[in-house]
């Protein structure tokens, strides 16, 4: 009999299994979107048409950043709580309505996005993973992302309520490091959420209910990013959580500090949200200034991953000494490369590191004017989110599927292919797509070709930087493919007794060492919440100030592919505009007559 | 908590690097002037932009000194091109008509989000001649992709901003004087002086002209149709590199139903 | 061997960032290869490494003892 999750914790186990697969189906959906895009931006393939385009971006965007990475990491902490704590649910049906209230949420959200591409349903909501006002989704959109949210909510209620009533038996324990890291990411993520909460229930959607007529579009971008920041943050903490407690398992070690992890978490409560409107440095309408304290507080947002950095590569160290390695850098040898979940963990730590520079060039305000909504910017987040998350979350997969199903995986050599040809593919299209953002290429366009110009390359030519993001792209398509051979391979194998057990790394320096206030949850989240106000506050209040809680009078842009609206508003365009030029050639045709 | 010696040196050597980029940063703004977007400009309102905002146009406003107010709508910018001299420092106005577009110069560091309801202002210097591209960087609707402008940065010696118009009679009756009004507008600050040179038939009329800056000079140039004769005659009237040119027909008899003018056009 | 095959596997896929950003470093140095002159450059590169992996440890036959890597968890 083996000890794995699944025989610890049958119950919890069937959860992270659904939202593990649930995930999956997200990341095979936004997959295919991606290679789609990837082929028709480079014009190596095109067969939808470019209006279209945005419609499958959004899909893309929505599914691979919201709901595959999300509901993957409610999986991670569902487990790293019960394991941690060591304790059940405290009731499983309350764990279940959160599971179905995120679901369907996705399916309400994914049913505009989806029917954007069809002609035949007159729904869309193309406005992408930021839903940027006046353009104008289909309410579905936004009510499916309130419900998704919500569902997020009473996810962290649950390891709340696990956590107190944990506390209760263990009144002076402290508390174990994977449920600390679930407890400050949660706390993160309620404070960041207040900002698209606010943005859609007040404002969005409202207004694609003709409840009201105008939205302040600076004010909702603003909202976007008070939540658009941290949200990647969300995503980002449960594969450090991974690279902490799971890493220097795998490397045959132990974490070298359970007290700087601490910092590091507690650091990313504090910073994460204070620093959206570095997303809005080429905004008009907020002052250099508060662009200035976004920026500080952003570069000090360096601080927790860079010491990330040195206790996973430390821990990776000691671990591979541990296993025999000797030598400066032969250590590196002795490391577990065979093992995909080490393999995939380490090279997305790898290219990790090359994100967190072109991060640093992005938080730099003034030199955020070169690549600003370039496709560097999409080079960045594919090597953090779509590497140092997907990569993470993808390598402990393999682990975490055995856990909850009580399967072998079902071939450790195809996921070692699977993860390396990810880090191929991602160097290749994450490369070319740096290189084409400093030469001015835009991100979010379907056919960035244009007529009147051509960008000029400082090495190679425009041809060779679309290829290589193709080639990229197709090879990361292909190590889905792989990916999800195992995970199918897996869920039809057969129960094994053999598994490893559950559990995680002991650190090398114990939370005995911590000190005791980094425990106190209260005191973070107070300091959290003055700095976000003390971020925040002001600038909003400017801009209400200067447009108006409601903004302007513009009328909404809906993105429906046929919208009769859409047309009725261009014809008043182009009437307008008509209108004004007969105007003011009839005004000179009779100051002629009359001189 | 112990901390590791080397773990220490890794913290201090972090802080330093981040120290160092708030530095580097700080001097782009206060020693390179790199000024941010912000919130300088009042709001405008997207629905009459004309009152607030005025008409798309490039303004001469000092000596080497322009400013160019740009619209942003789906899926084009007004003017374009925009057309500036080299060696000139440039601010540009932009605001959208509809929703978010940027404005985003492609091969230099131009690049704004246009805010409708907001108005982003940055100047610019641009030292040599060049032709370049402004692309919209943020999805605008169905077809983002295709809009793009021109802004071209012309040699100074090639630059002005002279606008020639001419208001000419189609058809006179012979022995009448055909009128031809010829307005020159000048948009820079300093006088212009040049020469309108008029040309119908073998003759060649060339008159001196002196347009204050920011202003309008007519002049007028008359001619006898009984010199020309009956038929059709070319004409064409030139201010520096802008040239006019129309048709004069001379007629035996004018029909009565022309009374009314040709405004109808 | 001296590496694990799986170690030689990251080795040769960690020569692709190296290989790409390579091309744009010696562009600064004005040396502009073409894709195919980086191909080849890559391939070299790579023969080297696998030479190297597959040469014999210097007088030692017990490569597989020290083969920790190959060990499972």
Known sequence: MSNA???QFPAEAKVVKALFYSSFVALALGGVFGIIQTLHRTDIYRFIDSANYYSVLTAHGVFMVITFTIFFLVGVFTWAVTTSLDREVEDIRFTWAWVALMSIGTVMAAVPILAGLTDSIDMSAAVLFTFYAPLQGHPLFYLGLVLFVVGTWVAGADWFRSWWAWKKENPDARIPLPTFMVLTTMIMWYIATMGVATSILVFLLPWSLGWIETVNPLLTRTLFWFFGHPVVYFWLMPAYMMWYVMLPKFSGGKLFSDPLARVGFVLFLLLSTPVGIHHQYLDPGISEGFKFIAMTNTMFLLLPSLLTAFTVVASMEHGARQRGGTGYFGWLKALPWRDPVFAGMALAGLLFAAAGFSGMVNAGMNINYLVHNSLWVVGHFHLTVGTAVALTFMAVSYWFIPQVTGKELWNRSVALVQVVLWFI????????????????????????????????????????????IALGGVLLTLSLVLFFAN??????????????????????????????????????????????????SLPLLSIVDRGGLFGPDIPPLPVSLESVTFLAFAVEHVATVALESAGNFAQTALSGVIN | MNIHSYEKLWLIAALLLIVGF????????????????????????????????????????????????VIAQTFTYRPDPIEVPADSEVTFYVTSRDVIHSFSVVGTNVNTMVIPGEVSSMTVEFDDPGEYGIVCNEYCGDFHHTMEGQLHVVPEDEFDMTELSVEADDEVELGDEATFNVSVENGMLDDLETTASFEIGDETVEEEITVAGESTEETTFTVDSSDLGEGDHDWTITVDDYEESGTLTVVDELEEENDGGNNDE | MRISKAGLLVALAFLAPILVELRTVLAWADIHLSVLETVFVGAIIAAGLLLWAFLPEDGDETTSDRDVSNSEL
């Not at chain 1, 593919?425 to 400093?438: E, K, P």
């Not at chain 1, 056919?447 to 060779?464: D, I, K, L, M, R």
């Not at chain 2, 580097?24 to 300088?40: E, K, N, P, W």
Request: net charge negative; aromatic share 10%.
């Open chain 2, 22 to 69: 708030i530095a580097t940063i700080t001097y782009g703004s206060v020693g390179l002037g790199i000024a941010m977007i912000d919130d300088s400009e009042d709001t405008v309102n997207p629905g009459s932009l004309d009152e607030d905002f005025g008409e798309p146009r490039v303004e001469h406003v000092g000596e080497n000194e322009y400013e160019a107010y």
């Open chain 1, 487 to 536: 995970i199918i391979g897996t869920a039809f194998g057969s129960r094994s007794d053999t598994l490893p057990d559950n559990g995680y790394a002991e650190a090398l320096s114990g939370s005995d060492d911590a000190p005791r206030v980094l425990d106190n949850l209260k005191l973070w989240t107070a300091i959290a919440i003055v700095l976000v106000i003390f971020a925040y």
């Open chain 1, 425 to 468: 593919g991602m160097t290749f299209m994450t490369n070319s797509m740096h290189r084409a953002g400093l030469i001015g290429m835009p991100r979010r366009t379907a056919e960035p070709q244009y007529e009147g110009f051509e960008f000029e390359t400082a090495v190679g030519s425009v041809g060779e930087l679309d290829a290589q």
């Open chain 1, 5 to 7: 999750y699944i025989d």
